[in-house]
């Protein structure tokens, strides 16, 4: 079982205090767009083996959305942090690199 930190309330609690949203850092597009960015952003997702960052929703607390990154084999969390940023801290990066030296950052986008 997962355990997370909210960062926006400093709980620290089981996954099911809170509700998975899916992939963080998606870029979203505009009425304007083309179909096919409308498309890839509704319909395609990365779903690796290994380091992934997702948004989690603090369901039973502050009901406030935070991102993640974890591992989807192992259920390692590296950490938490605040859904009003395009990239993950630079201290979380650091963490997933030394713990998984083929992982680059920037391998999210």
């Known amino acids: 079982m997962l355990v997370l930190e909210c960062p ?10 809170f509700h998975a949203g899916g992939e963080a850092h998606l870029k979203r597009f505009g009425p304007e767009s083309s179909n096919e960015d ?5 319909f395609m997702r990365q779903n690796p083996k290994g380091v992934h960052l997702e ?10 959305w935070f ?6 084999m192992t259920l390692e969390v590296f950490g938490t942090y605040s859904a009003q940023t395009y990239e993950p801290p630079k201290e979380i990066c650091d963490i997933i690199s030394a ?9 999210f986008s």
């Open 8 to 17: 926006c309330c400093g709980i620290t609690a089981e996954e099911t205090e």
């Open 38 to 42: 409308f498309e890839n952003y509704m």
């Open 55 to 64: 948004r989690w929703r603090h369901n039973n607390g502050c009901g406030k």
């Open 67 to 72: 991102h993640a990154a974890r591992c989807t």
């Open 99 to 107: 713990k998984r030296p083929g992982w680059l950052r920037g391998a």
